[in-house]
């Protein structure tokens, strides 16, 4: 999905969850570019990964918790842009913590840092884009 609206759409999402969510996480990687297969609400078997595959080259994986972990959220954005610099830090408060990040000169603010990464992560892949694909890009 070539789409910046979306891209920002996700990172207002992640950056209004509280918690992690499977299905945030299927969305990103949709929106990232990766072909994913959800994990059917209906005659679910225990071998089915929970929220369902995603296919890298010929390979199909267990989609990550890109928004639980992050490790995972590093790694998706090690792998997309590894150029790219990041940073993530802890804002603590008397009765809360709440997690800053940047990701090429984008911010992104969450109740939990791979939630605030994934959409610094977001919002800097709408201003410049996914690597390989083709949309408007903001200076």
């Known amino acids: 999905m070539d789409n910046p609206e979306l891209l920002l759409a996700l990172a207002q999402r992640c950056e209004g969850s509280q918690k992690p969510d499977r299905a945030l996480d299927a969305d990103i990687y949709e929106a990232l570019g990766y072909t994913v297969r959800r994990k059917p609400t209906n005659l679910v078997s225990r071998r089915a990964p929970p929220g369902g595959i995603y296919q890298q080259g010929a390979l199909w994986k267990t989609l990550g918790t890109v928004s639980a972990d992050i490790d995972v959220a590093v790694d998706m954005l090690r792998q997309k842009a590894p150029e790219w610099n990041w940073s993530l830090q802890c804002l603590a408060a008397e009765e809360s913590a ?15 840092g791979s939630l605030a990464l994934c959409a610094a992560m977001l919002r800097a892949f709408a201003r410049r884009g996914l690597p390989g694909r083709a949309f408007h890009r903001q200076k």
Do not use: L
Request: with cysteine; aromatic share 6%; net charge negative.
């Open 98 to 112: 709440a997690f800053q990040a940047i990701v090429a000169e984008c911010s992104g603010n969450a109740a939990m």
